[in-house]
């Protein structure tokens, strides 16, 4: 039996709260274990732009499935990353890893996927950017009007801050 750590992510705090995206992830891996046989031991979550590959949970995840000697399981290789070069960095760190949307992946295969995951993600934000530039052209305003508050702008410098205090920390660390 091949014990598993399960790593679930979602983008937005939106997503997270509803919990939906994440339940979808939770039964793909539930049944990719039934399967397989497999036992998961641990799982992991996050709420986080595949954009940004420093995320505390998937180092978390990848640090118990090398401890373990477990298989890190993922409901589909996109909600690992959009970045060819993370997945790939991923696949020389010697962790095992499986996705359920390609159980038969194969060196080849993560990466021809990660490529094409990249390119969905450029293929995103392009297209996000045309069309609040045509929104922007037809005279609408951009933004969300409750984030121009006092108390909003607050919070928006209290996170700055603690955002750079955690900057800090890691350099520190590292140094």
């Known amino acids: 039996m091949t014990n598993i750590v399960a ?3 979602v983008s937005t705090q939106k997503q997270g709260a509803s919990g939906l995206g994440i339940e979808g992830q939770q039964a793909c891996v539930r049944e990719y274990a039934k399967r397989t046989g497999g036992n998961i031991v641990s799982e992991f979550t996050e709420v986080e732009s595949g954009k940004n590959n420093s995320r505390v949970k998937l180092a ?5 499935a090398k401890r373990t000697g477990s298989l890190l399981v993922i409901a589909k290789l996109d909600r690992l ?3 060819a070069g993370f997945i790939f960095t991923l ?3 010697g962790v095992n890893f499986a996705a359920c949307d390609i159980p038969e992946a194969n060196t080849l295969t993560v990466g021809i996927f990660a490529v094409l995951a990249q390119h969905e993600a450029e293929l995103i934000s392009s297209r996000t950017k045309s069309a609040l530039a045509a929104k922007k052209a037809r005279g609408e305003k951009l933004g969300t009007p409750a ?3 006092n108390a909003a702008r607050e919070k928006g ?3 700055h801050s603690r955002n750079a205090a955690n900057k800090k ?3 520190t660390a590292k140094g």
């Open 7 to 9: 790593y679930f992510r």
């Open 60 to 64: 978390e995840a990848i640090a118990e």
């Open 81 to 83: 990353a959009r970045n």
């Open 91 to 93: 696949k020389e760190a």
């Open 147 to 149: 984030n121009l508050t």
């Open 157 to 159: 410098r209290e996170a």
């Open 169 to 171: 920390k890691k350099k």
